[in-house]
Structure formats: structure tokens, C-alpha cells
């Protein structure tokens, strides 16, 4: 088997919209429709322009909504997911999913039930907020018998999801991997981000002079990841672990500079060769700050870059397979014939602390056919995914 790996196969959803189609215009127009403010939270949150459907009647054991997402994300994909199992086989495909919440809004609503009642609400189940049971769910939604199981490492979960299913691929423990992350939102999150004072009072401003912390947001990604070559190849992915602080990274971005010249050189691509890169990019001050220097010791002579999360908010553990799928769109032809960037959205406000970046404009086009994610979490956990676009 060829140890190149491709992505035929992607399901994305946002506060931008559900599914491939309604998210690409406003990821071109740089669109903050998604971001408002709910009740009972004081900040703006980005927030899915629709409930998911119901699960099967069979499966109402794994209810829950971060897993009603999963299943409309696969759902978008039905037609190639049920072509590889009949290519490779049930007992052949892997599924690896990133999370960080799972269903803990179900829990929420569970407990504070208990505390009013003095009993559990009818259908509760533990399970439903159990961490690794997004990966079991879609193996019994999908039928498949292969490996199954979560990866949670905070905001890298879902891009590393993509590094283990590769692992999974290339070790011969699968040919193929149903791979991607979704996070819904819940108090919990909100409330602990509050708490470590990292809220922005308005939607997020990356590197802007006037950040003022991150938008939560929830959304999900689906792949389907191959050896069967198409038009976007999985072409390298970097990870490293800096260890700095368990909340704050390396202010001098070494881990991340080291993952995302790791990702280079498992993709054989030289910085020069990269088109554009979505940056990680909070609007916390210590995180845009190391990623700026990052990008600028890679790229010194510039890269068009943009954070998506101003449009979408951090998606915490599916940050990485949303922005994936938003750099899977900006490279297909499909999709983007015009060869867009994303914008990237701020006041305008330039920080003369840090290095100055290439933001995109709408006037910025894709002058190459491979393109960067970056990943960065707490815990010093990184990662970064190269893709490139090729000849299906």
C-alpha cells in the first residue's frame, strides 16, 4: 500500500452552516452571522444556525447532541463512506475522533435535573457524557468493526485525530479511517474559559493590538481519509509536545515553529511552497503572539494567513478538523475555482509587538497548491497538517 494518504471525502459544520454548501460563502466573505449572543451567557458565542436531527431509534442509547452532530456530518458523506466499506471492508475502517466536551451539556442538564427533583431525568445514561464515545457511536451508526476511539488533547484533539488515523493506515491496522472531531457547547466550557479570564467581551480580534480573548464556538469535521488518490492529499502533519505551562505556551513559539516545519518535511514541501496557512489564532495575547513569531521564522518572506476562529469561534477540540475542512475547501477546485483565501477578520489595529503577518485580504488568491493548519493547545500539545492539492 502506498504511504500516501488522501482525503476524498469531507463533511464540515459551524456557526457558518451545515454542510459544505452553506459554509463556503460565508468562509470567502468573512461572515460573523454566526456569532450572537444566547441566553444565560454574557459574552457572544458561535453557535450552529441549526439542531442537528434526532438519532435512529436503535441508537438512542448514545443521545446526546455533540453525537447528533457526528451523525449529520456522516450523513453528508453517506455515499463515500458506503463505497470504501465496500472497497475495504467494516472490519477495515477505522474511525478517530477528537473532542473535548462530548456530551457534557447532557450532563449539565442531567444534574441540575437531580438537584431539583432529587431523581435522574428519564433516558439519562452516564455514556452520554463519556469522552471516547463519539468514536463508538459512529461505529455502531455506520456499522464498522475497525479500531475506534477518541483523542483528547484540548484544542489539537481533531487534528491529531488525523495523525492517528494516519498512524492507524500506515501500520497496517486499517486501509482507511472515518477521522474528524466535533464539540457542541455547554457551560462548563464557557464558564471555565470565564474563569481563566480568557473571554472576549465581543467577537474575537486575532492579532489585532486591541485582543481581548477568545469566542467560543462548536461546530465539527468529517474525513474520510484513503489511500485511494483524489484531489486533496493528507500530505504531512507535524506534532510536538513544548510542555511550557499547563495553560499558557512558549512565548518564543518554539514548539510551534518545530511542528509546523515538522509538517513541512513530512510533506517534502519547502515554506516557499505553501500558499496559505490558517493560523490557530485565539485573539488571546500570549497565543497570537508566539504564533506570530512562529510564522515569522518560517515564512520571513510572508505567507498568506488568516484565524477563521473570528468568523466561527474556537471550537475548541474540533478546531482542528473544522479548520481542516475549511483548508480542504480553500484548496479544491470545486469548491473554490477562484483559488479565495478566507479572510481574516480585525479592527485593523496592527501590534507593534509582534512581527508583522500577511493577513488576507480580499484581494489575496492561493498562488500554490498547499496550504497549513495550525493546532495549538493547552499542555503544549501541537499540531500542524499540511494538505495539498493534486490530480484526483
Known sequence: MSRRLYLPAMAVASCLGLGKAA???PLLAGSRQGLRRVDGFAVPLGVLPGEPPPLPAALTRWECRNNRLLAALAAEMAEEIAAAIRRFG???IAV????????????????????????????FH????ETGGGALFLADLLGLSGPAYVV?????????????????IRAGLADAAIVGGADTLCRLTVTGFGALEALAPSPSNPFSANRAGITI????????????????????????????????????????????GAALADAGLPPDEIGYVNLHGTGTALNDSMEAKAVAALFPRGVP??????????????????????????????????G??????????VDSHLPLLDLAGAEHRLSRPAALSNSFAFGGSNCCLAFRRGTP
Not at 479565495?340 to 489595529?349: F, K, S
Request: glycine share 12%; hydrophobic share 40%; with cysteine.
Open 23 to 25: 459554509a463556503m460563502g
Open 90 to 92: 467494516a472490519h477495515r
Open 96 to 123: 478517530v475522533i477528537g473532542t473535548s466536551t462530548s456530551g457534557i451539556a447532557e450532563g449539565e442538564a442531567a444534574f441540575a435535573s437531580h438537584a431539583r427533583t432529587g431523581e435522574w431525568p428519564a433516558g
Open 126 to 129: 452516564y455514556r452520554q457524557q
Open 152 to 168: 483528547a488533547t484540548a484544542c489539537s484533539s481533531s487534528a491529531k485525530a488525523l495523525a492517528s488515523a494516519r498512524r492507524l
Open 217 to 260: 464556538g462548536e461546530g465539527g469535521g468529517l474525513f474520510l481519509l484513503s489511500p485511494d488518490p483524489a484531489e486533496i492529499e493528507l500530505a504531512g502533519l507535524g506534532e510536538t509536545s513544548d510542555a511550557h505551562h499547563v495553560s499558557a505556551p512558549d512565548p518564543e513559539g518554539a514548539g510551534a515553529l518545530a511542528a509546523m
Open 305 to 338: 494567513c488568516s484565524s477563521t476562529k473570528a468568523m466561527t469561534g474556537h471550537t475548541l477540540g474540533a478546531a482542528g478538523a473544522v479548520e481542516a475542512a475549511f483548508l480542504w475547501l480553500t484548496l479544491s477546485r470545486r469548491w473554490n475555482p477562484e
Open 340 to 349: 479565495r483565501l478566507p479572510l481574516h477578520l480585525w479592527d485593523g489595529a
